[in-house]
């Protein structure tokens, strides 16, 4: 008989993302796993992720560790700290594009200044950069220009003139001037 891997073995399953700031609060944070039921027991989770954390020095590299019989890959960037889990026997290096991809895509959209005032202002923008990444728990896109394009075409505002636009928002508009234009 044939073994056919399911396609859980090709591409692993993030169980959450979480960005906390620097006390262990909740800026955004999406879970695609039944493992922590109840609301206390992810809060409980993201406390024992940050404390144990919390003494690395995962500002240049992003830190694998595991927890839980999780794979909890990190970074921190001024006063966020950047989380993806998975199974503890998912592909590290996966996950870790996954969380290179969100880390880069946010800043993208926080036009390089990550800390918390900034992220909490734009909280739409990075729900929906986490959404752009992953979608169930699946894996959709690591790509931080493309995540971070798709936020921007979800979210210009027409009205804002060039001058207050992103780079990708700027080019986007553009784009659908162009072919506005050429369609008429």
């Known amino acids: 008989m044939a073994h056919f891997s399911s396609s859980r073995d090709l591409c692993p399953l993030v169980k959450n993302i979480l960005l906390l700031d620097s006390e262990g609060k909740r800026v955004a944070v999406k879970y695609y796993s039944d493992d922590w039921a109840t609301n206390s027991a992810k809060l409980a989770f ?60 946010v800043a993208l959209i926080l036009r390089n200044n990550v800390d918390k005032n900034e992220a909490l202002e734009n909280l739409d923008l990075i729900l ?41 928002q700027a080019l986007a508009t553009a784009r659908e001037h162009i072919t506005r234009s050429l369609l008429t």
């Open 46 to 105: 993201e406390k024992s992720v940050f404390t144990k954390t919390l003494k690395t020095n995962a500002r240049t590299e992003a830190e694998i560790a595991m927890f839980e019989n999780n794979i909890v890959v990190y970074k921190f960037v001024q006063d966020l700290h950047f989380f993806v889990t998975g199974s503890d026997d998912d592909n590290e290096l996966i996950l870790a594009s996954v969380l290179q991809g969100f880390f880069d895509a």
């Open 128 to 168: 929906l950069c986490i959404d752009e990444i992953v979608d169930g728990g699946m894996i959709l896109e690591t790509d931080a220009s493309t995540i971070a394009g798709k936020v921007a075409s979800h979210s210009i505002d027409a009205a804002a003139p060039l001058s207050e636009q992103t780079l990708t």
